[in-house]
């Protein structure tokens, strides 16, 4: 069973940065697509980004200028620069251990806890 363990979240002023990570175990190889999702209160769960082993990324439009996911191995990271009150929600780190790279929540089976960023002043 992989354990998928958030961290990084916080309260942070409008332009300020977080560094999301995600830290993984009870699995020895290497985790196919890993994924950053978040969720606002009262809204539906959304993709942010994936990456996969071999360097394979892919980011939501309306952040890719500001967000920054990174992977070495079973260790994902989100670094979110200019964040705006838009970007509160909770953020989640999923991982899947084989199959096509998607954003699709569905497609993931191991999700961790989550941690919430909250944009304000």
């Known amino acids: 069973q992989v354990q998928l363990v958030e961290s990084g979240g916080g309260l942070v002023e409008p332009g300020g940065s977080l560094r999301l990570s995600c830290t993984t175990s009870g699995h020895s190889s290497t985790l196919k697509s890993m994924a950053w999702f978040r969720q606002a209160s009262g809204k539906e769960r959304e993709y942010v980004s994936v990456a996969t082993p071999g360097g394979g990324r892919i980011i939501k439009l309306s952040v890719k200028d500001r967000f920054t996911i990174s992977r070495d191995n079973n260790t994902v990271w989100l670094q979110m620069n200019s964040l705006e009150p838009e970007d509160t929600a909770r953020y989640f780190c999923?991982?899947?251990?084989?199959?096509?790279?998607?954003?699709?929540?569905?497609?993931?089976?191991?999700w961790g806890k989550g941690t919430p960023v909250t944009v304000s002043s």
């Open positions: 999923a991982a899947r251990l084989a199959g096509p790279t998607t954003t699709n929540p569905d497609d993931y089976p191991f």
